[in-house]
């Protein structure tokens, strides 16, 4: 069967597309236009507790997947309470809103989250770390790497911990012109010695995270010097320099090494976890329950979004242009950081993994694709509403597919006839067995 495959395989080649390539006309997947919501009766004189717990009620509310709308503004009303009475709850026993998420199932019986979070792995110790301890730990792993390699442990921290780049590229480069000066021209004494309290060094330098210790473990050493140009009979000043030690001389190479690993180096950056799962056959394929790790909110825009609901209803009463469209559009994709996406194969069986809301269709091509036994085999995926998603290049955001989606998965018809034709078995299911043989049951 394998050899069956093979040549058809290569058979391909003449009339049907590679992996990547496009295989019709882009077109985007419509997404549904947010149904408007009518917000609760504010409460007079809460306090900055009551204010957040509401905040993040009516927040979770627009998470969950609902099976009917609510029937009137009085039902709506209802829930919340019932959120802010679990809010409440949950503040009393000292829990945030994520734990009493995670430990505290829903009275009514609702699903079990879909995943338990948003979670990365370390490109240091390959540790899997949930969102929230994701930066302690690059914290910990880049500090535990400085008994093996100082130099690059400090440039690590220099690229990693300081977010404005704009600044880390000035740094660095004028940490570059000071190495090069004293590769180029050793005998200068001067060029060994920086002050501190240089205004250049001050204000490009001694501000990013990192960079003393990346001065120390290239061979500097802080020393009190006296201010050069004084005459004997004035009272001599001493200020603070980072002077280079006198067998670094002997080092020079060393120095412009450092120097390139230095200008060359990226953020250590944790790498998403896809989470990868299979699942069964279910009736539950498209039911998502999505912790708040999903959501890009923070504390202000909760309180925003809350603002922004009072006015839904008013708002859905008034003809609006196509630019104000597109512009509540366009905000509602950047509330969300990541999604959620299901693929359902033509046996039944449902593919699962977590994604950047801003990667592009391309990824999950490539991630349904190292899943297949055969990898080789053409397919196409459609989503909601059964469009094809053929411009791999747009993002899911644009796409609609965020923050949770189920997609079906498509065949090429003219290779499955070929099968066919051939006589050939395919196998029970297209999926790696190893995939297979850790497979789950949707709850």
């Given at each position: 069967?394998?050899?069956?495959?093979?040549?058809?395989?290569?058979?391909?080649?003449?009339?049907?597309a590679g992996p990547g390539q496009k295989l019709s006309e882009p077109s985007r997947v419509p997404r549904?236009?947010?149904?408007?919501?009518?917000?609760?009766?504010?409460?007079?004189?809460?306090?900055?507790?009551?204010?957040?717990?509401?905040?993040?009620?009516?927040?979770?509310?627009?998470?969950?997947?609902?099976?009917?709308?609510?029937?009137?503004?009085?039902?709506?009303?209802?829930?919340?309470?019932?959120?802010?009475?679990?809010?409440?709850?949950?503040?009393?026993?000292?829990?945030?809103?994520?734990?009493?998420?995670?430990?505290?199932?829903?009275?009514?019986?609702?699903?079990?989250?879909?995943?338990?979070?948003?979670?990365?792995?370390?490109?240091?110790?390959?540790?899997?770390?949930?969102?929230?301890?994701?930066?302690?730990?690059?914290?910990?792993?880049?500090?535990?790497?400085?008994?093996?390699?100082?130099?690059?442990?400090?440039?690590?921290?220099?690229?990693?911990?300081?977010?404005?780049?704009?600044?880390?590229?000035?740094?660095?480069?004028?940490?570059?012109?000071?190495?090069?000066?004293?590769?180029?021209?050793?005998?200068?004494?001067?060029?060994?010695?920086?002050?501190?309290?240089?205004?250049?060094?001050?204000?490009?330098?001694?501000?990013?995270?990192?960079?003393?210790?990346?001065?120390?473990?290239?061979?500097?050493?802080?020393?009190?010097?006296?201010?050069?140009?004084?005459?004997?009979?004035s009272k001599q000043t001493t200020e603070e320099y980072y002077v280079l030690k006198e067998e670094m001389?002997?080092?020079l190479e060393d120095l412009k090494d450092y120097k390139e690993q230095l200008l060359s180096s990226e953020?250590?950056?944790?790498?998403?976890?896809?989470?990868?799962?299979?699942?069964?056959?279910?009736?539950?394929?498209?039911?998502?329950?999505?912790?708040?790790?999903?959501?890009?909110?923070?504390?202000?825009?909760?309180?925003?979004?809350?603002?922004?609901?009072?006015?839904?209803?008013?708002?859905?009463?008034?003809?609006?242009?196509?630019?104000?469209?597109?512009?509540?559009?366009?905000?509602?994709?950047?509330?969300?950081?990541?999604?959620?996406?299901?693929?359902?194969?033509?046996?039944?069986?449902?593919?699962?993994?977590?994604?950047?809301?801003?990667?592009?269709?391309?990824?999950?091509?490539?991630?349904?694709?190292?899943?297949?036994?055969?990898?080789?085999?053409?397919?196409?995926?459609?989503?909601?509403?059964?469009?094809?998603?053929?411009?791999?290049?747009?993002?899911?955001?644009?796409?609609?597919?965020?923050?949770?989606?189920?997609?079906?998965?498509?065949?090429?018809?003219?290779?499955?006839?070929?099968?066919?034709?051939?006589?050939?078995?395919?196998?029970?299911?297209?999926?790696?067995?190893?995939?297979?043989?850790?497979?789950?049951?949707?709850?």
């Amino acid at each position: 069967m394998r050899k069956f495959f093979q040549e058809l395989k290569a058979d391909l080649k003449f009339k049907t597309a590679g992996p990547g390539q496009k295989l019709s006309e882009p077109s985007r997947v419509p997404r549904e236009k947010p149904k408007a919501e009518a917000a609760p009766k504010p409460r007079q004189g809460p306090t900055d507790e009551a204010q957040m717990a509401a905040a993040a009620a009516l927040a979770r509310m627009e998470l969950k997947a609902k099976a009917k709308a609510p029937s009137s503004q009085e039902a709506i009303r209802n829930q919340v309470r019932k959120e802010l009475m679990a809010e409440a709850a949950a503040s009393e026993k000292g829990l945030s809103v994520e734990e009493e998420d995670l430990t505290c199932p829903d009275k009514d019986g609702a699903a079990a989250l879909s995943v338990s979070g948003i979670y990365f792995i370390c490109p240091l110790t390959g540790a899997v770390v949930r969102k929230d301890q994701k930066e302690k730990h690059l914290r910990e792993a880049i500090q535990l790497y400085f008994s093996v390699d100082p130099v690059a442990a400090s440039i690590m921290e220099i690229h990693t911990f300081n977010k404005d780049r704009e600044k880390v590229r000035a740094g660095v480069e004028t940490v570059a012109k000071y190495l090069d000066n004293i590769y180029l021209h050793p005998e200068e004494e001067k060029y060994r010695k920086i002050k501190l309290q240089n205004k250049v060094f001050q204000e490009r330098i001694s501000c990013l995270e990192g960079i003393h210790r990346f001065f120390q473990a290239i061979g500097f050493e802080t020393k009190t010097l006296p201010v050069p140009g004084q005459g004997k009979e004035s009272k001599q000043t001493t200020e603070e320099y980072y002077v280079l030690k006198e067998e670094m001389l002997t080092k020079l190479e060393d120095l412009k090494d450092y120097k390139e690993q230095l200008l060359s180096s990226e953020p250590v950056r944790a790498q998403l976890d896809r989470q990868l799962s299979v699942f069964k056959p279910s009736p539950e394929a498209a039911r998502f329950e999505l912790p708040n790790d999903f959501y890009n909110l923070t504390a202000e825009e909760i309180k925003r979004e809350q603002r922004l609901r009072t006015e839904a209803v008013e708002k859905a009463s008034m003809l609006r242009t196509r630019a104000m469209r597109e512009k509540e559009e366009q905000r509602e994709m950047r509330k969300y950081n990541y999604t959620l996406l299901r693929v359902r194969f033509p046996d039944g069986y449902i593919l699962q993994g977590t994604f950047y809301a801003r990667e592009s269709v391309s990824v999950l091509y490539a991630f349904v694709r190292e899943a297949l036994r055969d990898d080789w085999l053409p397919f196409e995926l459609l989503g909601p509403g059964g469009l094809k998603l053929t411009d791999e290049n747009l993002a899911f955001n644009e796409c609609g597919l965020v923050p949770a989606a189920l997609l079906t998965l498509a065949w090429d018809a003219a290779v499955m006839a070929d099968v066919e034709a051939a006589g050939e078995e395919p196998p029970a299911s297209p999926l790696k067995p190893e995939l297979l043989s850790r497979v789950q049951t949707l709850s």
